[in-house]
Every structure is written in C-alpha cells, then in structure tokens.
Nanobody, 118 residues
Framework: QVQLVESGGGLVHAGTSPELSCAAS???????????MEWYRQAPGKQRGFVAS???????NYADPVKGRFTISRDNSKKRVYLQMNDLRPEDTGVYYC?????????WGQGTQVTVSS
C-alpha cells in the first residue's frame, strides 16, 4: 500500500507562513500524477476535516476557513504535495494529514502537528 509521510509542522507564531510537505512512497501500484491529493486537519477535540485538494489536472479546492491563506500544490516528479500556509491563526492548530483515494481505498499519512501560538 502507498505510504504517505508528512513533514514541516511544529510550533509557530501567529501570522507566520510555514509550508507542509507530503511525500508518497511505495507507489509502484499507483499513478501518483493521476490521483487527487488532499490535506485534512484535526483540531483538538474535533473531528478530522477537509482542508484542501488538488486534482491530477491541478484544479484546487479549499475549505472556507483557509481560502485565500493556504495554497496546495504538487510536484509529480517528486511524488510530493505541499500546503503553503500563510497568515496562520491559533484556530489553525491541529494535526495535518495528507491523503489520497485510489479506487475507494483511502490512504493516510501519520500526520504532522501544527501548533499556532498567539
């Protein structure tokens, strides 16, 4: 099964602009460039929720709370997807997960913690 590994999280100050990265490996049975890649996050005490997605053609979609602040992108040659987060707010705190769905089988990374201090 494909493996997804997120990185780039940590303790950051409000207003800063870190970037998360997700690397896909064990991709022999998938065509990474043909899949929609997604970011989700789970805030403390809340359910995991959608943050952003990018299709194989580069079409992007964002949750309302992050529109205009976050940007998702991908590098198919590196099998990576990125989440540029600008103007972070304390309410952006949570564990950020990379995900993909291939034929109804969803894969998740282990997540990376982002804590935004005010």
């Amino acid at each position: 099964q494909v493996q997804l590994v997120e990185s780039g999280g940590g303790l950051v100050h409000a207003g800063t602009s870190p970037e998360l990265s997700c690397a896909a490996s064990r991709t022999i049975f998938i065509v990474f460039s043909g899949l929609t890649m997604e970011w989700y996050r789970q805030a403390p005490g809340k359910q995991r929720g959608f943050v952003a997605s990018i299709s194989s053609s580069g079409t992007t979609n964002y949750a309302d709370p992050v529109k205009g602040r976050f940007t998702i992108s991908r590098d198919n040659s590196k099998k990576r997807v990125y989440l540029q987060m600008n103007d972070l707010r304390p309410e952006d705190t949570g564990v950020y997960y990379c995900s993909l769905d291939q034929g109804g089988v969803r894969s998740w990374g282990q997540g990376t913690q982002v804590t935004v201090s005010s």
